[in-house]
């Protein structure tokens, strides 16, 4: 038996506007998934650093533990890696000041990583500057002053975080290269990951305990990297040459 589908032409008018529909929709959500959207569009809104326009910034972020952030500066020794920017939460800070104290007598940059596990974009203003400030009097008293740049310790912040880091006197800190490495995908994913790093990017990896292949990338990665030949500077060099791109994102 055969069967026959009849369309007149205002329904296959109709078909063809929901195809074209769902193809704008489908993609829209697969840019989305990619562009980093700004929340605001006004040029005097504080913004966050997230990329440069020469020489490399690795930087790392320790949130918790205590297992692997001294291996990983014992690795970064080896392999006479001088220049790094830390983000290191104050609880963290407060519960290993000898380990703070490596970090800055090794010649490394600090940053704010907050106070405690706080979702900034999910808090009250109220509350994110409660954890900033408790955050800066941690290092306060481990004779750890003038800090000027901070990540939120989720790495999700909006608008209402930036103005309030802002009056802290506080850059936000962004990254364009994410090594995914907490993720512990192995150590050549990791490597192949932080090596496609160009001239101008800020390279996020960790020194939490989450990060357990960490430290056997980084040898590898900096393999790589030096074969291109680029300069290693902290991200407050970054910001004081000028090289430093800002974007608001959401």
């Known amino acids: 038996m ?49 990329k440069g326009e020469k020489n490399l910034a690795l930087t790392f972020n320790i949130g918790w533990g205590d297992e692997k952030a001294e291996p990983i500066l ?13 983000f290191l939460s104050g609880a963290w800070a407060e519960r290993h000041p000898d380990l703070v104290e490596r970090i800055v007598k090794d010649g490394y940059e600090i940053g704010l990583l907050g106070y405690n596990y706080v979702d900034y974009t999910n808090a009250e203003e109220e509350e994110v500057r409660k954890d900033l400030a408790a955050a800066i009097e941690a290092f306060k008293k481990l004779n750890i002053k003038n800090i000027k740049l901070a990540r939120a310790p989720t790495g999700h912040f909006d608008q209402k975080t ?4 802002e009056r802290f006197g506080l850059t936000f800190v962004h990254w364009s290269v994410d090594s995914k490495d907490w993720t512990n995908p192995g150590v050549e994913v990791i490597v192949k990951s932080v090596s496609k790093a160009k001239k101008g990017d800020i390279i996020l990896m960790h020194a939490s305990d989450s990060a357990k292949q960490t430290a056997d990338a980084i040898p590898h990665i900096m393999k790589e990297l030096r074969k291109k030949g680029l300069k290693f500077v902290t991200v407050s060099e970054m910001i004081i040459n000028a090289d430093s791109k800002t974007k608001e994102i959401k």
């Not at 506007?17 to 005097?44: C, G, Q, R, V």
């Open 2 to 50: 055969n069967f026959f589908f009849v369309l007149n032409g205002k329904t296959i008018k109709q078909l063809t506007l929901i195809i074209i529909a769902a193809f704008f929709t489908a993609w829209f959500l697969y840019l989305e998934s990619y562009i980093h959207i700004p929340t605001f569009s006004d040029k005097n809104d504080p913004k966050a650093i997230y």
């Open 74 to 86: 014992d690795i970064l020794k080896k392999e006479k890696i001088a220049t790094a920017t830390f």
């Open 162 to 165: 930036l103005k309030i880091a």
